[in-house]
């Protein structure tokens, strides 16, 4: 049985986020969603947004969705993830995620799965959805239902 | 008659915009540079950057300057432009503007027209004067007149 | 009146190299698909190729298709373009466009305006639909009809 | 049981390629390594390159070499793998196999898994190896053995 | 004699850093290593940062360690350095660099002179660190001593 | 005395290239450009190249112009150099040199110092410099003088 951990802060949880888990579940056996809490700054929205995530995946039991409040790799060797699943949506995300996963290989050995977004979804992010938003604009079809 | 939409923040507007415009104007009859203004922070200044552009622009009927608190894409149509001006300074800018034309196309079916900085000039950001200011350098010489 | 040039080999003419003509016509009246011919290694498929491209096009009078011997700039001149139009797919495209309209600009003036390839279509190319067709699969959905 | 499929020319098999052999197989069942053979230039020294690996491998029975001659992705479904295996060097890697990724999962539907390079190897190439040989360089230390 | 500045905020000063500093020293007589202090918002714990590079370099005459409060290339020449020098870990970095360094250029007409960051040390960053910090990992591995 | 090895083919030597030799000159003591001359394929105007390339730099002691058959790091150590020196004209190249730098430093410890290109000369190469001759163009303004 393989697991693979996808962790973010997924503010909103977005169609591009939902396509990275999909997908993953063609290569692994399970997927653990999982939030990673900042202590510092809580955030009062926390439990509403991993509720809006178990509900699309209430009727799959390949997917877990999860807080924790430890460091990535730590929370991966706790629930026995083999793998950090992780979406690239371009060059930038690339760099970025290829110097996450070096030193989270550094850390604790762990591989990173590197998943292309696909093209069609690759401008939707959270921050646009966050964006969008504060002006009145519908989000309805950037959010996973 | 085609009319462009140049948004930004302009603070201030530099000798890089200044020169997008007049190479827009080579393709569009009209442009109209507009300051988007975030209404959760209004800017003392932004009647003050107004006034600056319009000063430079105030024999030249083809550009217009403008606010705006709306998504720039609803500003567009309201204006009736057929497509957003934007310049492109290095790939990083690139891949940020992708982003952002996608999303806008997908909003509102715009189009986006890159012009990529000319490259002596591509060091020259707003960011930069207002370091180099900060520092109480001179920035005469990267700042619109 | 503004007309540009979308030059190129177009070998084949891809359902990406027609996205970039339509999204061109929103900003230009006029454009001229143009084969640049190599007199060295002259190609005997180049006027089919020329008459694929003007069945597509043969009821729009905004589009016209040409072939041409000199530098790009000096035929964009003979035509009287005011800009030389080009499709973006990626990161590394973008490098080269950039090199490419900075030394067009310093030989003879002329803008570049560049568009971002639809990323639905930026896997698209004229390599990938000759290299499929090499090992015997259909490419009808990628050549434009 | 899931296979991935590791699609390259492999001239010749360096200790980068076997480090992403090595990391695939903590995430997928079985890896066929397989060498794409261009038909039109068959290579005299195709099944030396296979015998090598073969070599390489002969003890690992999650791991095995062979030769094709259609498309990446017919071979894949003839395989019955879920996902092609590539390893990703650099940024300009990122985009040839986002591309290719894309086209591939256009043509079939299949998976593309990215593991990025580790670093300490993100220099050694096929083509470096060559280069250092035509030189007289020693080159055992980059070739997988 | 050819000095060259090192400058930057070593919060803290990683190994990453200490490896640029050694290999500047292949091609510079000197290396000044310096702190921007950002007046608006002094650091409590600048002088400890520079007390623990200080150690660092007690035994080696060619480094020196300073605080500056101007622009950087007006410390520069105080200092009569001929050159900057940078460390490179990724295509962000160089672009970020790159302009930087025509800003620097163009200002004063000071030279840059970047170094690649070791691969194997391209992940390592004074903010990866802070980050580990803050969840209670071990950095001593990753901090210069 | 520190020297600095130019390798190249610099067909032909363009005003790129003279930049940043004039500007290593600020960092290292002499500079010696090198042509590499593949020995499967001589090039007939390999002399000419050099003795144009001599002509130009006659009258400075500090740069010498030579051929080497053997591998860049191998030659480098002959003449007793310190560092590659390197122009770094865009991210692609960034990409090239970071794996060509790694290979040399794996091969024999040598350091590479990367100039970025002043970005009113990113546009000029060598290919564009042949390129605008085989058509025609009058190159006079690339090329060293």
Redesign the interface.
């Known amino acids: 049985m393989?697991r693979a951990l996808f962790a973010g802060t997924f503010n909103p949880f977005t169609i591009g986020h939902a396509d990275i888990v999909k997908?993953g579940l063609?290569?692994?056996d399970e997927v653990v969603i999982a939030i990673g809490e900042n202590q510092?700054k809580p955030s009062a929205d926390i439990s509403e947004r991993v509720e809006a995530i178990r509900t699309i995946y209430k009727d799959d039991a390949r997917v877990r969705v999860a807080v924790y409040h430890?460091?990535t790799v730590?929370f991966a060797r706790e629930i026995d993830a083999?793998?950090l699943l992780r979406g690239?949506?371009?060059?930038?995300d690339?760099?970025?995620?290829?110097?996450?996963?070096?030193?989270n290989?550094?850390?604790s050995g762990i591989?990173?799965?590197?998943?292309?977004t696909?093209?069609?979804l690759?401008?939707?992010?959270s921050s646009?959805v966050r964006d969008?938003k504060?002006?009145g604009?519908d989000v309805f079809a950037f959010v996973a239902h």
């Open positions: 393989r997908r063609e290569i692994f510092d430890s460091l730590d083999c793998a690239v949506r371009s060059m930038t690339f760099e970025y995620e290829r110097q996450l996963a070096d030193a290989r550094a850390l591989e990173t799965v590197a998943l292309f696909r093209p069609e690759s401008h939707v992010s646009l969008l504060k002006h604009a």
